[in-house]
């Protein structure tokens, strides 16, 4: 298992170009399966996430072929399976992406249930709602969902809470179904709103996306198309966060401000000077860091998977600051290790209390990644600490962000990967 080590403290500075976003990407790979055409995908990130599920269709019969720009999809070949074995969904949660199109598609499918992760349970009950909502009978039998539909046919579902995998797999399912489909209280992430761009482009007839109902009038067949994925909002605001909490002047080239509205809120509060333009974000921060609130929500909310990060950054803030975790149950996984790297923080169920600015590491500074923006955040402590830290398992950490330690490297940062 890779880990990294890190010599600090550094001032990450420079500029840096956000990759394509895995939270896009993996939905629109999914959607290949709704049509025997070819899906071209471009500028997909180099992620173990994206080789997941590129194997996982290829194990239902949709090829992909790696290309010079990223991870392309050549798929919509013949699906020839229409099961999602345990071994490989086990690893990914977003596998259960392929529940929709293949049950649009095929009539049929046989998913494994995700499981649970670092983070929480994470069920899927809304998805299997919402599927029945459209006609499908959906079992659940020895940790398998298996669903079945002649055809799917347009309803109205209204979602009991913002899930973005949730409106992800009935908006593609709902494009095949017979006649219209009115989805409410959907999730509202610029991810789904890429996603809906990917099936419009494929003649799917989806309005709505990014509010909170979506329309899709149903369609006997979709296309094949081109699309190139969006940049990726949460490895921008890591990166951003790197530069805030190490006191960097950084430009990150892709980053979508409006996407980002909630975070560059907070660091502009926080004493940083954000400048957005057109094609990226510049910030740079020389003072003190003042302490914040920060409560994670749903898009438009705070970024849940920016949460890890920011806590890292109050750490270095002046004052007492607090951080309200809403959307997962389970997502302080990082606070023991950045304690025992000498932060001051206090646990109260869904809420942390950072009271800072506390130097860096006071004590270990050999701490383990436990999920994909934990791991991020242990970086962050890394390079804002004084001294060496060891940031161990990062093999997290390659589920979401291309070679971190290249991209760092190239921002005056000390970080090497080692193979532990
Ligand atoms: C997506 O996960 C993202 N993953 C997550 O990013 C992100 O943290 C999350 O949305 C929230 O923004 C991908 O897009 C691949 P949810 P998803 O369904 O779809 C509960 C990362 O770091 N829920 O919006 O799985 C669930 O337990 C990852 O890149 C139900 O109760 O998240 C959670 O508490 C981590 N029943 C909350 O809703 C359901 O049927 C939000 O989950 C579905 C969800």
């Known amino acids: ?62 090829e992909a072929a790696e290309r010079p720009d990223g991870v392309e999809l050549h798929g919509g070949g013949e699906v020839s399976s229409d099961d999602a ?29 995700p499981g649970g992760c670092a983070i929480g349970v994470r069920p899927i009950d809304q998805h299997l709602a919402g599927l029945e909502a459209l ?40 494009t095949l179904a017979r006649g219209t489909t009115v989805l409410e209280n959907c999730a509202r992430e610029p991810e789904i709103v890429d996603l809906a761009r990917l099936l419009t482009a494929m003649g799917a007839r989806v309005e709505g996306a990014g509010g909170d109902r979506i329309t899709i009038q149903g369609v006997d067949r979709l296309g094949g198309a081109s699309h190139r994925v969006i940049p990726d909002r949460i490895e921008a605001g890591t990166y951003l966060l790197a530069a805030a909490t190490t006191g ?28 957005p333009y057109d094609g990226g974000v510049r910030l740079q921060r020389d003072g003190e860091l003042r302490r914040c609130d920060v409560s994670t929500a749903p898009h438009p909310g705070f970024p849940t998977d920016l949460q890890a990060q920011f806590m890292v950054m109050m750490t270095q803030a002046r004052g007492v600051s607090t951080l309200r975790e809403t959307v997962f149950e389970n997502r302080f996984q990082h606070v023991p290790e950045l304690a025992r790297m000498g932060a001051d923080i206090q ?25 994909l923006r934990a791991s991020a955040s242990l970086v ?37 990967r080692e193979a532990a």
């Open 1 to 62: 298992m890779d880990q990294f080590r890190i010599h600090g403290p550094c001032r990450v500075s420079g500029r840096v170009e956000a990759a394509g976003a895995k939270n896009a990407a993996l939905p629109e790979m999914a959607a290949a399966l709704l049509t025997e055409e070819p899906v071209e995908l471009r500028g997909l990130p180099r992620l173990r996430d994206i080789r997941t599920m590129a194997r996982l269709l290829g194990h239902l019969g949709v």
């Open 135 to 174: 006609g499908a009978t959906v079992e659940l039998q020895h940790g398998y969902v298996t669903a079945h539909a002649a055809r799917l046919r347009g309803g109205r579902f209204r979602f009991d809470l913002r899930t973005v995998g949730g409106t992800e797999n009935l908006l593609m399912a709902a």
């Open 248 to 275: 960097g002047a950084l430009d990150v080239a892709g980053a979508v401000a409006a996407d980002l509205a909630p975070l560059l809120e907070k660091l502009a509060a926080a004493g940083c000077e954000v400048s």
């Open 380 to 416: 962050l402590a890394g390079l804002a600490a004084t001294g060496e830290t060891v940031v161990e398992r990062i093999y997290h950490l390659d589920r979401g962000y291309e070679r971190m330690e290249l991209k760092l490297q190239a921002l005056d940062a000390r970080v090497e």
């Open 347 to 371: 646990l109260d169920e869904r809420t942390a209390r950072i009271t800072g600015p506390t130097p860096l590491p006071l004590s270990a500074a050999r701490v383990m990644a436990t999920d």
């Open 85 to 113: 074995p345990y071994e490989l969904v086990k690893t990914m949660r977003a596998s259960v992406l392929v529940l929709g199109p293949l049950l649009a598609r095929l009539g049929r499918a046989r998913v494994s249930l």
